[in-house]
């Protein structure tokens, strides 16, 4: 259940600061000596993992990070301001590699977690830092270093935040082609899903949110029949559940019902904390109905599933209503995020 999410971004150490050159200009004090502080050191630039960025997709609108340079050095012996260090926020499991070496940086894989991707460069020095017995007024001051410029590759194991739950053909992988840039094998037989597929929804430039495609549950999964326990292990990690059901299935599959019910027991007995997780009942195929059924069909399936959840009726093959239901669940899961910050 991983997807690779991938971007390439430049990172800008900032330069050290320059040494001053310079003397103590006093009155009465002719002989004043060398008083030209140290320049401050560049900023460095991190990668830090946090909890409330999963997909890399901000950084296809912002791909360069700069970290402040080093104030140079002062009179009265004064060193200059270190530069401000430059924290880019980056999503857990994010692998880091050198663009242009394929060198491997390191992993960050703990909230918190922080990684060196471009070390400032070091301050220059001051002509009081030059004064020796035989050498009593320096005139000269070293630069500061230059900070590191690397291009990175940045590679995203994803897990999702919507899973798709249903029996085999009810038309999960037709939905992950509409709503994403996933491409599922998708046929009038089912398993045509053997493993799961993952795509990135994106609702607008900024917005985006994992959903996946997962094997059919069938009955006895919840034993080991079918993708069994790998898969209902997956779904455990998801913090939406979408309930896909085929309102007009083909003779030989189970009506919608029966279908619904099969699964709702399968989750039930493999994991009390699966069944509790919010599960949103999406009707698809409804393009199979003559338009003057769907409504009433539709609210039969509800009203005999005694269905208390968000509904949403889909074709998945047309689009229609897909837009709004991939809306909908990305404010539900912007309003959770938020949620999870207050707490």
Known sequence: MKFIDEAE????????GNGMVGF???????????????GGDGGSVYLMAVENVNTLVDFRYHSVHRAEHGQKGMSRNCTGRKGEDCYVP?????????????????DLVATGQTLLVAKGGFHGLGNTRFKSSINRAPQYASKGSKGEHRRLNLELTLIADVGLLGMPNAGKSSLIRAVSSARPKVADYPFTTLHPNLG????????????ADIPGVIEGAADGAGLGLQFLKHLSRTGLLLHVLDVEPYESALPPVEAAQKI?????KWSRELADKPRWLVLNKIDRLPQDQVDSHCQAIVDEL???GPVYKISAISGEGTRELMFAIMEFLEMKRERHEQV
């Open 9 to 16: 971004i430049r990172v800008e150490a900032g330069d050290g």
């Open 24 to 38: 103590r200009r006093e009155k009465y004090v002719p002989m004043g000596g060398p008083d030209g502080g140290d």
């Open 90 to 106: 980056v999503p857990l499991g994010t692998r880091v590699s050198d663009a242009d070496t394929g060198e491997e940086i390191g």
């Open 200 to 211: 990135v929804v994106r609702v607008d430039e900024l917005r985006s949110f994992v959903i």
């Open 264 to 268: 709702a027991l399968e989750i039930g």
């Open 306 to 308: 005694a269905w208390q």
